[in-house]
């Protein structure tokens, strides 16, 4: 069974604090994704990677970086984590095919006090 | 750009009725479409796809979708609800030959009355 592990799925941090989510695949994808998840507002692309140490910006990058130092981990890094970053933060993976659909972890909640 | 619109933020429906969830997109190319279902403090599970073919898919759970290309819309549908299937929905849209992330719609909660 196909699987994408997030490390945490409940975060407290505090204003200020550099936080890193961690995601880890196992299916071999090429391609590795962060999205954020607020009501109202569906999922948001953060930052995606198409190949080790290769990244672009989502949609909303501002205020977050990636690091894929190896092909099936992909890590979310806030530098300095504000109020307005508490979220659902939802992994995902999938193979280079346009055709194929991604694979989800089961998410991060953060909240940042 | 790639955009996907789901207008309704929930719907209601009684349990063995059939039920609709709307989705619409736009795209500069050729749409690959999918919907995917949440459930509560989950993450997101696929559903089903389109890429090509035939307009009406097939399913996980029952579920189907109609692919209307004059129209730019990809409703899920199901013709007897469950209980079971009260969750959050999304409609995603990859163009065909462009950026290799999904767009998602905002996402509409289905609410199956017993």
């Known amino acids: 069974d196909v699987k994408v592990t997030q490390s945490s799925r409940y975060l407290v941090k505090r204003t200020g604090e550099k936080v890193f989510l961690e995601c880890v695949q196992d299916m071999d994808h090429e391609n590795m994704f962060w999205y954020r998840q607020d009501p109202g507002l569906g999922l948001r692309l953060i930052y995606f990677s198409y190949d080790v140490k290769m990244k672009e910006k989502g949609d909303i990058p501002e205020g977050y970086s990636v690091s894929r130092e190896k092909k099936e981990r992909f890590s979310l890094i806030l530098e300095s984590a504000s109020t307005n970053q508490t979220s659902m933060y939802l992994c995902?993976?999938?193979?280079?095919?346009?055709?194929?659909?991604?694979?989800f972890g089961q998410g991060t909640r953060l909240t940042v006090v | 750009a790639q955009s996907v619109a789901q207008p309704e933020d929930q719907v209601n429906v009684a349990e063995g009725n059939p039920l609709t969830v709307k989705c619409t997109y736009s795209v500069s190319g050729n749409p690959y479409l999918f919907w995917y279902v949440q459930y509560p403090n989950r993450g997101l599970q696929f559903l089903l796809k389109y890429i090509t073919g035939d307009n009406l898919v097939k399913g996980s759970y029952g579920f189907e979708a109609e692919f209307n290309k004059s129209q730019t819309s990809f409703h899920l549908k199901k013709p007897s609800a469950l209980v079971s299937d009260s969750a959050l929905y999304f409609c995603?849209?990859?163009?065909?030959?462009?950026?290799?992330?999904?767009?998602f719609g905002s996402g509409t909660r289905l609410q199956v009355q017993p």
């Open positions: 995603a849209v990859r163009e065909g030959t462009g950026r290799r992330a999904l767009t």
């Open positions: 995902a993976s999938s193979t280079l095919f346009g055709t194929t659909e991604a694979f």
